[in-house]
């Protein structure tokens, strides 16, 4: 009912005077009542998914009264908050008709962000997204074979150590002189690049840093 009621809004009224309308009747009930319409920020809503092959997802999403039409070769990027933590992931505008726009979420190695959209996401999911002319960045994921733990970074995670990264996620791993010198933290790499203190497979990570989507690491 909520899908049709925004596209009613949007399709009849028009963007400029749906803003007119929802700037000048801004409350805290109206902006829980429906926070699509009635908010400062750009958002979409999804109106239908299909999954292919498990491996494809297409999404038509809804944009509210704030969408603007891109740019040429633009991106647009659709903010996701997976266990308490923001990720933003950029796409491609396949198509716009009706105001309206279509984007494909594909699956790549390792991708947590295509497995949550899989099995949590729904129609009418409320996204805030925005444009780039860029991609944004894709952050590594760390995996500690020994611990059976994963690590997604973010934002906040850049130039941070591979042994600060598991210390900070509950890891108690081996630590000595934090200086890449004594060898008490070397772990062996698996899978991936790394970049700082490493002698062949042998990663000193306490001066040792993700370099690739995916690092795997283990004794």
């Known amino acids: 009912m909520i899908n049709i009621f925004n596209k009613l809004i949007i399709n009849n009224l028009g963007r400029d005077l749906t803003e007119y309308i929802s700037s000048n009747t801004m409350n805290i009930v109206t ?7 009635w908010t400062y920020d750009l958002k979409a809503l999804v109106l239908t998914k299909y ?14 009264q704030h969408w603007q039409t891109p740019e040429k070769d633009q991106y647009i990027n659709l903010e996701f908050f997976i266990d308490g933590k923001k990720y933003i992931q950029s796409y491609s505008i396949l198509s716009i008709k009706d105001n309206i726009f279509t984007i494909t979420i594909k699956k790549i190695k390792n991708d947590f962000i ?28 760390v995996y500690f074979k020994h611990y059976n733990k994963q690590i997604q970074l973010t934002e906040l995670d850049k130039n941070k150590s591979l042994l600060q990264l598991g210390i900070e996620n509950g890891l108690n791993l081996e630590k ?19 970049k ?14 993700p370099d690739s989507e995916l690092v795997v690491l283990g004794t």
């Not at 902006?31 to 319409?37: A, E, L, Q, R």
């Open 31 to 37: 902006t829980k009542i429906n926070p699509f319409i």
């Open 51 to 64: 999954l292919k092959d498990n491996e494809i997802i297409n999404l038509t999403l809804l944009p509210n």
């Open 114 to 141: 295509f497995d949550w959209c899989k099995n949590n996401l729904k129609k009418s999911m409320i996204f805030d997204i925005s444009f780039s002319l860029e991609k944004t960045d894709t952050f590594p994921l």
């Open 176 to 194: 000595g002189c934090k200086k890449g010198i004594c060898g008490t933290c070397k772990l062996i790499l698996h899978e991936g690049e790394v």
């Open 196 to 209: 700082g203190n490493k002698l062949g497979k042998a990663v000193y990570i306490c001066s040792a840093f």
